[in-house]
């Protein structure tokens, strides 16, 4: 069983600032990491995608992976209000199935 | 590309009827498809993995014979929850492997289901 934890929000940060989520995962043969936003209501949207240590950068997000310590990030700068919703942490291996962390819910306050 | 629809987005039943959920990839060609379930204020959990033309797997603890599921061509696979009762009323959300990348998968935009 492959379990995957998000750190507790929620998350409120003012208007253009930086929002950092974190997510650690248990099980090492884990090899594809991805982050999904989830508006109140709505299905996952896939946001940031990665597969090899090192950082990977998307506009105003950063995601950071660190496979010797099992541990996945992401970074939202200049933070808005409609980014305000449920970041989802999600890890698969080779049987494609994806394991969702519980999620984090970030406010922007404006 | 890589869009995922279903419908409907939402329903309403009696306790004991059958529902029937589509999901289709619009512009691509999804040999494996997933259906989650997910109650309110909690995260997503995965139901079954349904590969084209073959049977669903199956999450422990969710039974094969009350949610249906068939995957009938690369664009569309059925979830069937037969018998539905008021603990069945959830959102029903599937997602397809996309072509962008082999363990990219993208949902749809879920379907509502209460049962009364």
């Known amino acids: 069983q492959k379990e995957v934890e998000q750190n507790s929000g929620p998350l409120s940060v003012p208007e253009g600032a930086i929002a950092s989520l974190n997510c650690t995962y248990s099980?090492?043969?884990?090899?594809?990491f991805f982050w999904y936003r989830q508006y109140s209501g709505k299905s996952p949207e896939l946001i940031m995608s990665?597969?090899?240590?090192g950082d990977k950068e998307d506009g105003r997000f950063t995601a950071q992976l660190n496979k010797a310590s099992q541990y996945v990030s992401l970074l939202i700068r200049d933070s808005q209000p409609s980014d305000s919703a449920t970041y989802l942490c999600?890890?698969?291996?080779?049987?494609?199935?994806?394991?969702f962390g519980a999620g984090t819910t970030v406010t922007v306050r404006a | 590309g890589a869009v995922v629809s279903q419908h409907p987005s939402w329903v309403i039943c009696k306790s004991g009827t059958s529902v029937k959920i589509e999901c289709r990839s619009l512009?691509?060609?999804?040999?494996?498809m997933f259906w989650y379930r997910q109650f309110p204020k909690q995260s997503l959990m995965l139901m079954a993995t349904?590969?084209?033309?073959?049977?669903?797997?199956?999450e422990q603890g969710v039974e094969k014979d009350k949610f249906l599921i068939n995957h009938a061509s690369l664009t569309l696979s059925t979830l069937t929850v037969t018998s539905a009762h008021p603990e069945d009323s959830s959102f029903y959300i599937c997602?397809?492997?996309?072509?962008?990348?082999?363990?990219?998968?993208?949902f749809g935009p879920g379907t509502r289901l209460t049962v009364t």
């Open positions: 997602s397809a492997r996309g072509n962008r990348g082999p363990y990219e998968q993208y």
């Open positions: 512009d691509f060609q999804a040999t494996t």
């Open positions: 999600a890890v698969t291996d080779n049987d494609y199935k994806l394991s």
């Open positions: 349904s590969n084209e033309g073959s049977k669903a797997t199956y």
């Open positions: 099980d090492r043969g884990s090899q594809s």
């Open positions: 990665i597969y090899s240590n």
